[in-house]
């Protein structure tokens, strides 16, 4: 069997460039579904929101980001994370290497810069998870298709059992992590009346620190009480079950599977998102059971459906510029990931320009347009001089434990 030594990573001319392209896509919506938590207009008081000067413009915003934002887009990045784990096996099998020896480590240093993220730059990291969830996926590389689409169709559906369960139990799973967040808030001083400006009012990175160790905890719970570790692990087997059968390189000869996903994910998908995003601005009217309910059957299809009218749109203008510009961000996702962070700290934190707190959700999508359309430039830019994004590159070093060539 070969060794690492004798594996690369995938290179440049042997990359789909409409994987790419959804990944920069994906990018786009996970910046505008983050960039309210980033500028802090998420924790503002209603009175406080009520009273900004396009709060009637705000509400309706809000309704249509919920609508059509909000998990739609770690859907897509979650499915692309199923697929690529089906690229790295095959690859490897193909090199006759230790496929999931590779795998692992690509994991374990995910988990590494996943931890990172979480404590000193962004209580909402995703990374984390997707490396803990991730070193699953090779319990289930020999279920055939239909096992995987069944699996997946299960652990989608489980979070809605497990809070009818939770509801008719009363136990609360996630009560020892809000006793730990509570714990540290009282520690620090964080509380309800300063907790949507203490990051604002930071001028010094220790304090930025002290709100990043309770929210650490806030994320745990979110996960918790989410069922977010059944929904990405599903969504994973189906990129898994996608990769499997190359639906990505070979689009033409589903382009009836892809229209019906379209068909049924935007007719399925666009109702229930709207029924779940009334239940979300109302408090949950038909209660926790009904809520779950009413996002699998909204978010699941029409992040689904995204994917597919991507796709379709692919086959008729391949030529289209487009495609290349979504593709230099999705190329160096993790960078991008990372930079977008980074960027709301610097543009609403008190160690930065401090503008948090102080505009509308209006405002703030805008803000979040203007910083992936910057990465979108820096990406093109960089990719015209080197093969990986830097922290793709630094990634690729250690899980293939040999130096790569950075320029191109």
């Known amino acids: 069997m070969a060794t690492s030594d004798n594996i690369h990573p995938i290179r440049t001319r042997e990359r789909f460039i409409i994987l790419d392209a959804l990944r920069g896509f994906a990018l786009l919506g996970i910046c505008l579904a983050n960039f309210p938590e980033f500028s802090l207009y998420t924790f503002l008081k209603s009175d406080v929101v009520s009273s900004m000067p396009w709060a009637q413009a705000d509400r309706s915003i809000r309704f249509f980001q919920y609508m059509l934002v909000d998990g739609k887009f770690y859907t897509m990045f979650s499915i692309l994370f199923g697929i690529g784990f089906s ?14 020896g590779i795998f692992y480590r690509r994991m374990c ?12 730059i962004w209580s909402g990291d995703i990374l984390m998870l997707y490396a803990l969830l991730g070193m699953l996926l090779p319990i289930f590389r020999h ?3 239909k ?8 652990f989608l559906l489980f979070p809605v059992a497990a809070d009818a369960l939770r509801t008719s139990s009363g136990i609360n799973p996630s009560a020892p992590v809000i006793h730990m967040q509570q714990y540290f808030c009282a520690k620090y001083g964080i509380t309800q009346d300063n907790f949507a400006f203490w990051l604002r009012d930071a001028e010094h990175y220790p304090d930025v620190f002290k709100f990043l160790v309770q929210g650490a905890f806030v994320r745990i719970q979110e996960f918790i009480d989410g069922n977010r570790f059944f929904k990405v692990i599903g969504l994973f087997l189906l990129g898994f079950y996608i990769g499997k059968k190359r639906i990505y390189a070979n689009l033409a000869e589903h382009r009836l599977l892809l229209k019906r996903t379209c068909i049924y994910g935007f007719s399925i998908g666009l109702p229930f998102s709207a029924l779940y995003t009334w239940s979300a601005v ?12 009413l996002y699998v059957l909204g978010v699941f299809p029409l992040g689904a459906a995204y994917m597919a ?9 391949q030529e289209c510029p487009l495609f290349k510009i979504l593709a230099a961000p999705g190329q160096m996702a993790l960078t991008n990931y990372i930079g977008q962070s980074l960027m709301g700290m610097i543009i609403f934190y008190g160690i930065g320009f401090g503008l948090g707190a102080s505009m509308g959700l209006g405002c703030t999508l805008l803000i979040a347009i203007s910083v992936y359309l910057t990465e979108v430039l820096i990406s093109r830019l960089w990719l015209r001089f080197f093969q990986f994004g830097p922290l793709e590159w630094i990634w690729r070093i250690f899980t293939y434990k040999k130096y790569f060539n950075l320029l191109k």
Request: hydrophobic share 50%; glycine share 6%.
């Open 282 to 293: 109302s408090e949950q009217p038909w209660g926790i059971v009904g809520h779950s309910l």
């Open 309 to 317: 009218v991507m796709c379709l749109f692919y086959l008729h203008r």
């Open 143 to 145: 279920r055939s298709n």
């Open 109 to 120: 240093i995910l988990l590494i810069i996943g931890f990172l993220h979480l404590m000193f």
């Open 87 to 100: 690229i790295i096996l095959s690859h490897s099998e193909q090199k006759r290497a230790n496929g999931l």
């Open 147 to 154: 096992e995987l689409l069944l699996l997946s169709a299960l």
